[in-house]
């Protein structure tokens, strides 16, 4: 097969879709990879890595589109990127297309083949190819939110960890989920004061033993969220409902509550965010001010450590991409139900329950798409 790798052209994005071990790798199996010229520059890769992989360096992101079998990305394509793909072509990437309905009608025009990362399952229900960036973007979620506390910033002017005689700052986080977790290792190896909301109980007892006393656990139909949100200094918003729009758990009159200079950092914005006031931001222009609340709503946080998220994020995808290589899509999800979670969007139809019911689109099961 061949396999396609064009650079991202996101604003402020430099992670690239495959490394050159990947390729490496690839080849092996007697696939041929094109890499877009300079495509890993951002990640720390040059072409001579990829040539000295296996793979051909192609000049534009045309020739890489009109050439390649599959596509592999790390973000969903841009409007002048959907407009390259093809009938039949695969498209292997991050979509989160429920919050993105221009997208979403732009694929189902190309009739392409679009699997989602963000909703590829495994056998105990839990996304696998989404948890590397979760994991990411919750560890930079806190470092984004201390450096916004920072007066320059227009936040409170706090150390995260407090000082010698001076309480540390409150951090509370919505979900328990990878998101959560991650950010709660490094809000607690900061010491700060670390709130964990979740619904789930068990998830909140697994936090509690990996973290002891350095957490707070709160059952989130336990309590009254507006109490805590008026006392905390930084806000992680964290929750996700696999391939739907967030919750909006977060309210306007919650936001004007927040004392000036709090912190937002709403991770789950990729989904359309879990706070009323969140729009997406890039890492040029990361934060602005909702009743003097910083909002950090960056969309695409990981790619902030392009390095660090390439390596990660394919340690997890290699597989799921030697697989369609090896197999055609048919046959690699017809074979494994979990991978076949991943289908959004085939020849047309919409194969993701969660996108058809956000967007108003008719439902296709992927099972019977791909027969």
Not at 14 to 39: C, I, K, M, W, Y
Not at 170 to 190: C, F, P
Not at 245 to 260: D, G, T
Request: charged residues 20%.
């Amino acid at each position: 097969m061949k396999i396609g790798v064009p650079s991202e052209i996101k604003a402020q994005e430099f992670r690239v879709g495959l490394t050159p071990a990947s390729v490496q790798e690839l080849t092996n199996h007697g696939h041929e990879v094109l890499v877009q010229d300079q495509a890993g520059f951002g990640a720390g890769f040059d072409n001579s890595d990829y040539s000295n992989a296996g793979a051909k360096i192609t000049s534009t992101a045309e020739d890489v589109f009109n050439a390649a079998d599959m596509i592999i990305k790390v973000k969903e394509p841009l409007k002048n990127e959907v407009t390259m793909l093809r009938e039949n072509q695969i498209l292997f990437t991050y979509l989160h297309l429920a919050a993105a309905p221009e997208l979403t009608e732009g694929l189902i025009k190309s009739k392409a083949i679009c699997i989602a990362y963000e909703t590829v399952t495994d056998e105990l229900r839990r996304l696998p190819l989404l948890a590397p960036m979760s994991a990411v973007a919750g560890r930079m979620s806190i470092q984004a939110g201390a450096h916004s506390l920072e007066k320059p910033q227009q936040g409170r002017g706090l150390l995260l960890g407090g000082a010698p005689g001076v309480i540390p700052s409150n951090v509370l986080i919505l979900g328990g989920g990878v998101v959560g977790e991650n950010a709660a290792i490094i809000a607690t190896g900061m010491q700060a004061k670390v709130f964990i909301v979740d619904k789930s109980v068990r998830r909140l007892n697994e936090l509690q033993i990996k973290f002891g006393d350095s957490i707070i656990p709160l059952n989130s139909d336990e309590i009254n969220l507006s109490d805590y949100i008026c006392d905390c200094d930084l806000l992680i918003g964290g929750v996700l409902v696999p391939g739907a729009n967030a919750p909006k758990l977060i309210s306007k009159e919650m936001i004007s509550s927040m004392r000036r200079g709090s912190v937002i950092v709403d991770v789950s914005i990729d989904q359309g965010g879990c706070v009323a006031t969140s729009k997406p931001t890039t890492h040029a222009e990361p934060t602005y001010l909702v009743d003097d609340v910083v909002h950090y709503c960056v969309a695409n946080m990981p790619g902030g450590v392009p390095m660090t998220s390439t390596l990660a994020l394919n340690v997890a995808t290699l597989p799921f991409i030697l697989k369609l290589a090896q197999e055609g899509y048919r046959n690699a999800l017809a074979s494994d139900a979990n991978f076949l979670a991943g289908l959004n969007i085939c020849q047309g139809n919409v194969t993701y329950k969660a996108v058809a019911d956000d967007l108003g689109y008719e439902y296709l099961d992927a099972s019977k798409a791909i027969n």
